[in-house]
């Protein structure tokens, strides 16, 4: 197999399905079993979203504005793992947000 790259600049956003209206993705990895998606996530001023959990870790890496939940907010900069089947949220954020979302099987994760 051969190293793969992606340049995001050269995506084009589109609506995000699974999201609360006006949010939007750039899909960078459809993934398979182990690493299903990775994507990034424009989350639009106002924005909110109901808590849920995934069969997968999640991880985020705030790259621009900021993200709300549970209390704490997570400015730009900040990484979160969430393990899987950890429910998590809601969210929200007042400014809006970019943030990278990746889903994972981590190692040390027995099924």
């Known amino acids: ?6 340049n995001v600049n050269d995506l ?4 995000a399905a699974e ?3 006006g949010t939007e ?3 960078l990895s459809v993934g398979g079993s182990i690493a299903p998606r990775t994507i ?8 909110k979203m109901d808590s849920h959990s995934h069969r ?4 985020h890496y705030v790259l621009e504005g900021q993200v709300e939940s ?3 907010k997570y400015p730009a900069g900040t990484f ?11 969210f929200s954020s007042e400014i809006g947000a970019l943030v990278l979302v990746i889903w994972c099987s981590l190692a040390d994760e027995s099924e």
């Open 19 to 21: 999201y609360p209206t």
């Open 70 to 72: 549970q209390g704490q």
């Open 12 to 15: 084009k956003w589109s609506g």
């Open 40 to 47: 990034m996530l424009k989350l639009p001023p106002g924005w």
């Open 56 to 59: 997968f870790t999640e991880l």
């Open 25 to 27: 993705e750039k899909v």
């Open 80 to 90: 979160r793992v969430i393990p899987k089947q950890v429910e998590h949220g809601p």
């Open 1 to 6: 197999m051969k190293a793969v790259s992606v």
